[in-house]
């Protein structure tokens, strides 16, 4: 009898793999190479050096800046976080202003920090037209601002602060990161034709005990995907750590991508393991989960590979 209901099974999951949505991702704007010389030393930068990964271009204030110190600390204590980008801090100073600025940093910190490079007269902030006439300490210098470069040497993004203490947090930064990963590979997601995710369920509800219908009017927007939620608190709680609540595999049934198909959920039929949703599809006959459960160390093996795959997650 298990054998039979496995082969229904597997017989519906080829009758259902090809509902799919998509959406697109683009970069901004192609970037030059350029080379850049470590302010005090000898190291160079460029961009062929960033080895696949993105670049995050931070242009420091010119002049004494105490909060471009605070900032830079910011970020080479959390650069664990974002293992996947290079973190790239410039000033325009001269060699000796730079190096002054630095020594600035505790022992302990300077253990830890990350290299400064000069831009001499500006001329990389300028290509890059990060605007200048910000008056700061009796001079008129650029604005604060990071560019991030994507793997293709293209720009996805930039931020240029109003004054020296707007600047683009780590932790924005890492936020925006966990976007654009899941929006490059928010095409194989399983969605509906208005980029609706879990059928409209709560994804947060599903780690609070049982799956709960989220309203329309309480969503948000993510990686170009839309979720619905019971209640603000949920929703907010999904806003502070996307990563946390979102359903593996794109939310289709985890028993079908272990056999790398994709192949709609009940939207109430789940599993939480090792803080991972996975949903399962289910009808009158069979219930996916109950395959899963068979060896289910092996199938997120499997299903993790297929995924990957499919969607370069």
Sequence with gaps: MKWILRTRFTLEIAALVALNAAIPYAAIATTTDFTLKEAGGDRTFSLGQANGKYVALHFLLKTECPVCLDYTKKYAANAAKLPNVVQVFIKPDSEEEIVAWAEKLSP?????APIIYRDPDAKLADEFGIPNGYAFHGETVHFPA????????????????????????IDKLVTMMSELKHQAAAKAYNL???KLALQGYDAVSYFKGKAV????????TFAGVTY???DTKNRDAFLADPDRYLPAYGGWCATAMALGKKVEISPDNYKI?????FLFYKNFI?????DWNRDEPQNIAMADKHWHDISGE
């Design 108 to 112: 302990d910190e300077k253990a830890n």
């Design 146 to 169: 990071l560019v991030l470069i994507g793997p293709d040497a293209k720009e996805v993004f930039r931020y240029v602060g109003k004054s020296n203490t707007d600047r683009y947090s």
């Design 192 to 194: 509906d034709k208005s």
């Design 213 to 220: 219908e989220g309203k329309k009017d309480i969503s948000t």
């Design 228 to 230: 619905y939620f019971a």
């Design 273 to 277: 393991t090792d803080g991972r949703l």
């Design 286 to 290: 069979t219930n996916a989960i109950s």
